[in-house]
């Protein structure tokens, strides 16, 4: 079994700054790629950023340049560093790891962008 346990989210203004952390525990044998994704309410879940086990990161356009994805292989830990945040990026954001053909998420963290 793998779990995921996120943390880092919070109540933010328009133009603040929010890092988001994501830790994996159990059977992790092997470095896997790892991502974040968000759900806001009656949407779906979009993806944010990914990276591979090699470090290679992936960015949605409606964050690049705001949002930095990094990975702590010694930690077996994801974090997701938001700056420049906006209104609209207020939703539930999960990270997720991939091992083989198994995807396990993490329970989520609320991230609300409000004045």
Do not use: H
């Not at 949605?60 to 340049?65: I, L, P, S, Y």
């Not at 207020?90 to 609320?110: F, K, P, R």
Request: with cysteine.
């Amino acid at each position: 079994q793998v779990q995921l346990v996120e943390s880092g989210g919070g109540l933010v203004q328009p133009g603040g700054s929010l890092s988001l952390s994501c830790t994996a525990s159990g059977r992790i044998f092997v470095i896997s790629p790892m991502g974040w994704y968000r759900q806001a309410p009656g949407k779906q879940r979009d993806l944010v950023a990914t990276i591979s086990s090699g470090g290679k990161t992936n960015y949605a356009d409606f964050v690049k340049g705001r949002v930095t994805i990094s990975r702590d292989d010694a930690r077996n830990t994801v974090r997701l560093q938001m700056n420049s945040l906006k209104p609209e990026d207020t939703a539930v954001y999960y990270c997720n790891l991939v091992i083989g053909t198994t995807v396990y998420w993490g329970q989520g963290t609320q991230v609300t962008v409000s004045s």
